[in-house]
């Protein structure tokens, strides 16, 4: 390009104006998710079996009369599932993006590698060993336990990309036999566990939110300074170490972010799978390979594809509900398998 | 002519390694079998045994044996040896040591199979194994349609089949959620995978077709040396790639729905099987018959083990071979790596 130095000046314009095209789309990109957010937010207050009128949504939320039906839906209900779903799906969509980033993997999320087999094999010891039923005591059981999980499949499956989601697999094989073991010692586990498993926004209220909201922001905080560090690992080891870059560094800090923000989706919501996958796919195509955007518009389109799933599966079937995680699932695997048709997993 | 002797006498050799291996696990089978068949919670001498398999003696005797033991034991054979064997030929056709219905999600369909024929039919035995069967069937055509993209790819074959798993278990762990207790017990212990219910008619069906396909199998064998060299050579020595290929893992996956029908999906014997018996016998082939002896092998003693509530609780079979086949997968994973780099 740079062969005339009469061309320079034009290849410039077509640099700078290439540079506002990216600008655009990005910032159209920005308020297209926060729209969406907004829109399911509000979706997740204002729809549900019970028809409750917008106006009467409006007026729980801001002069809420104590015993009226239609209030107490909508605040004991509707608001704590869909705080739930925010924070469990920022969480969801950071820490898959994060995950795909540091393994260079586009098959790597939480379920995937594991580590939610390895939250519900401390949540099912907890209740089994300790008797402990409230989300607010196996929280930590469930931060160990996914920790525990991620330590395993980040060492045995280091740098590999194809492998790694084999090590989740082998991870998750091992641990699910224990989890059977507990689950026919111990009958109340079992039957916290069968619910729990499915992954939904019901059950764990806004109490467990208080105490867990830390965590998200940290893991929140930590994956947003890493995204720079990301967008240069993803053009290898040897490339971002050139660029100054300690690679071990990053790694640790992303596995620290990745339990942090994994552990909070799966305590809050369950083993939700697929949802950390979907969303940085969604977020690539939406604003290119930056990860600083990916890792925002991925923090926004996390939850909007939680709720989305959650709301969903209120309204499909008549008189019941599907949980959050089923739909998740059904929406998340097609599109897992149109990554694994694409060119570039063959070539990984 | 010392070239021809020598390589007749490797030959002899190879053949002689591999019937020892064999005959050796065959000990191990009945050494284990004898075992089952003695230790339990009627304690019976070897003559009581003896004369239970032959239907005289006590009556009561002869009911533990006949009804409760026995038929234990060779569902147990029966399974692990078609797991094995059908391992073997899935990991030869894809020339990939990973390569198993667990990973590849036929296990999976086939539970989610069973869960809708046990909770939405309300079906038992033969009529749920067929359900079973149905969906093994319907996610490997699934898979192969998917994963189908100018050609086999092995790697995508493997995602596609991880993803079609998530898919299936999580819809199984939403009919648990919505079950009764007792129901959701039930799915839980056929999702593990358990042999102690086989007996009977089922038993006798799942025996003759895992017979019929390892005769079919046995027809195809003589591929499975020249196609381990790769596609090229084995188009040199004269095989129809494609077709062998094709028809292998057919038979493979029809072996797995048949066994994992019957038992429900038993973790990690198709993978660990023919990795075993391919590192004893050590010919570089596929160690079809080694291979099928060995999951027979493994599966009865893990079912020993379970069933005698070595781990603290009666535990079905498949619980004993996760917790031995997914560390030794691990393994297999952490020093493939070393070797590659």
């Not at chain 1, 061309?7 to 969406?36: D, F, I, K, S, T």
Request: charged share 10%.
């Amino acid at each position: 390009m740079l062969t005339s130095p009469a061309a320079a000046p034009a290849a410039r314009r077509e640099g700078a104006q290439a540079v506002a095209h990216r600008a655009r789309r990005r910032a159209l990109a920005v308020l297209v998710a926060l729209a969406a957010l907004v829109l399911v937010v509000l979706a997740s207050l204002a729809l549900g079996v019970r028809d409750i009128a917008p106006a009467e949504v409006w007026r729980a939320l801001t002069a809420p009369v104590d015993g009226l039906m239609d209030h107490d839906v909508v605040l004991d209900q509707r608001l704590p599932r869909t705080v739930v779903g925010l924070v469990a799906g920022i969480a969801l969509g950071c820490a898959g993006t994060v995950i795909q980033g540091v393994t260079r993997n586009p098959i790597a999320d939480p379920g995937l590698l594991g580590l939610n087999s390895g939250a519900s094999l401390a949540v099912v010891c907890a209740v089994w060993l300790f008797g402990i039923t409230s989300p607010i005591g196996y929280v930590w059981f469930a931060f160990l336990g996914a920790a525990a999980a991620a330590a395993i499949v980040f060492s045995v499956g280091r740098g590999q990309p194809v492998r790694l989601a084999l090590v989740g697999a082998a991870v998750t094989a091992l641990i699910t036999p224990l989890i059977t073991l507990v689950l026919l010692r111990d009958q109340q586990a079992f039957n916290l566990y069968r619910f729990w498993s499915v992954g939904s926004l019901t059950g764990r209220g806004l109490d467990t939110v208080a105490w867990l909201w830390p965590f998200a922001v940290v893991g929140v905080v930590l994956a947003a300074v890493l995204a720079h560090r990301l967008t240069m690992l993803a053009l290898g080891d040897d490339v971002a170490t050139a660029l100054g870059q300690r690679v071990g560094t990053t790694r640790a800090l992303a596995s620290v972010a990745i339990v942090l923000l994994a552990g909070t989706a799966t305590s809050l919501a369950g083993p939700i799978a697929l949802v950390g996958l979907v969303v940085p796919h969604a977020a690539r195509r939406l604003v290119g390979t930056d990860y600083r955007w990916i890792m925002g518009i991925g923090a926004l389109l996390g939850p909007v594809m939680l709720l989305t799933a959650d709301v969903l599966g209120r309204l499909v079937l008549p008189r019941s509900e599907l949980e959050a995680g089923v739909v998740a699932a059904l929406l998340g695997a097609p599109v897992l398998v149109a990554v694994a048709r694409g060119r570039t997993v063959a070539g990984a | 002519m010392t070239l021809l002797t020598t390589v007749a006498d490797l030959r002899t050799a190879r053949r002689r390694r591999q019937l020892l291996v064999v005959a050796g696990m065959v000990l191990v089978v009945l050494a284990a079998g004898t075992g089952a068949l003695l230790v339990g919670a009627a304690g019976l001498t070897p003559g009581q045994a003896v004369a239970g398999v032959v239907g005289l003696g006590e009556p009561g005797d002869v009911f533990v044996v006949q009804r409760l033991r026995l038929p234990r034991i060779e569902a147990a054979v029966v399974v692990g040896a078609a797991f094995g064997l059908a391992g073997a030929l899935f990991q030869s056709t894809l020339r990939n040591p990973l390569a198993s219905p667990d990973i590849l999600g036929i296990s999976t369909g086939a539970s989610l199979g069973a869960v809708t024929g046990m909770l939405v039919l309300g079906l038992s035995g033969v009529a749920l194994s067929a359900t079973a069967f149905t969906g093994a069937g319907v996610v490997a055509l699934a898979i192969w349609l998917l994963a189908w993209r100018k050609g086999l790819h092995s790697i995508r074959f493997v995602l596609v089949g991880v993803g079609l798993a998530y898919l299936c278990s999580s819809l199984i762990a939403w009919s648990m959620a919505r079950s009764q207790e007792h129901e959701a017990a039930a799915v839980l212990t056929w999702t593990v995978g358990s042999v102690s219910d086989i007996r009977g008619e089922q038993l006798t069906l799942v025996a003759a077709g895992a017979l019929v396909l390892c005769v079919a199998v046995a027809a195809l064998a003589r591929t499975q040396g020249p196609l381990s060299l790769g596609d090229d050579n084995a188009r040199a020595l004269g095989v129809h790639v494609d077709a062998a290929r094709v028809g292998t893992l057919l038979l493979a996956v029809a072996l797995v729905a048949l066994a994992t029908s019957a038992s429900g999906p038993v973790a990690f014997v198709a993978l660990v099987a023919p990795a075993i018996a391919r590192r004893l016998v050590n010919d570089g082939g596929a160690a079809l018959t080694a291979s099928a002896v060995t999951g027979a092998a493994l599966t009865l003693l893990a079912d020993v083990v379970g069933q005698h509530a070595v781990l603290g609780v009666p535990a079905p079979v498949g619980v004993v071979t996760g917790l031995v086949g997914a560390p030794y997968l691990l393994w297999l994973l952490a020093t493939t790596e070393k070797r590659s780099r």
